[in-house]
C-alpha cells in the first residue's frame, strides 16, 4: 500500500492538535509487537479512554494505539534494555511487520479526532471496531479501510457486512486517497459491488 509523503505530515500534524494533559505513562515492547503497560497509576486512564486489552492487571496496546499515544506525548516505549524508543523508530519497527501500519495510524487518528473509541477489528486489513456513547445510546460500527483505487470483492464485502450484523454493527467503508483523506460510506445492503453505500462527510 502507498500513502504519500504530504500524507504522513498531514498525519502527524492532525494528531500534534490533540495532546492531553498527563503524566507521560511508561510502555514495554514485548518480543511479539504488542506494547504493555505492566504496573501504572494512569493504566485506569487509558482504559477508561477504550485503549487496549487488560489482562492479568497488565494493559497491553496494539502499535497503533501505541504510536498514536506515543506521538501524543502520553506514552513512552521502551525496548528490552530499558532504553527509550523514539516515535520514528518505533514505527519503523511495527512498519517491517506491516506495511499498512501508515494507513492504519492514518484511519485512527481520524476517528479519535472525530470522539470514537477505537479497537481493532477482525477479518479485515485494516479494520476497527468503533463506538462512540451519547446520553442515551451507543452508536456501533465496524470501520473497513481501503486505499482508493482498490477494489473490493463482492464476497469480501459480503463477509464484512455478514460480520458487522453478527456483532450488532453498521459497516462503514473508509476510503483513504493518496494524501491521506478519508471518505466514509454506510453499508446499509447489498445490492452492487460497485456501490459502497451511502456516504456520510461524517460519522457521528
Not at 503524566?23 to 479512554?49: A, H, M, Y
Not at 517491517?96 to 501500519?101: F, L, Q, V
Not at 472525530?114 to 477482525?122: A, D, L, P, S, Y
Not at 455478514?162 to 467503508?173: Q, T, Y
Amino acid at each position: 500500500m502507498f500513502i504519500s509523503l504530504y500524507a504522513c505530515w498531514h498525519l502527524i500534524k492532525s494528531m500534534g492538535t490533540e495532546k492531553e494533559q498527563i503524566t507521560k505513562i511508561r510502555g514495554f515492547l514485548t518480543p511479539d509487537r504488542l506494547v504493555v503497560v505492566k504496573t501504572d497509576k494512569n493504566i485506569s486512564f487509558l482504559v477508561d479512554k477504550g485503549y487496549g486489552i487488560l489482562q492479568d492487571g497488565h494493559l497491553y496496546l496494539y502499535p497503533t494505539e501505541a504510536l498514536y499515544l506515543v506521538y501524543k506525548e502520553i506514552l513512552e516505549v521502551y525496548d528490552d534494555k530499558s532504553s527509550i524508543i523514539p516515535f520514528k523508530k518505533l514505527l519503523e519497527i511495527f512498519g517491517k511487520e506491516d506495511s499498512d501500519i501508515w494507513i492504519k495510524l492514518n484511519l485512527y487518528t481520524n476517528l479519535r479526532k472525530r470522539g470514537f473509541i477505537v479497537r481493532k477489528g477482525i477479518g479485515g486489513k485494516i479494520s476497527f471496531f468503533v463506538d462512540k456513547k451519547s446520553k442515551d445510546k451507543v452508536k456501533r460500527y465496524l470501520v473497513e479501510g481501503v486505499v482508493e483505487g482498490v477494489r473490493i470483492g463482492f464476497r469480501e464485502l459480503e463477509n464484512l457486512f455478514r460480520r458487522s450484523v453478527e456483532s450488532g454493527r453498521e459497516l462503514v467503508i473508509a476510503v483513504i486517497d493518496k494524501e491521506g483523506n478519508i471518505s466514509y460510506y454506510i453499508v446499509n445492503k447489498l445490492s452492487s459491488v460497485e456501490s459502497y453505500g451511502e456516504k456520510v462527510s461524517n460519522i457521528h
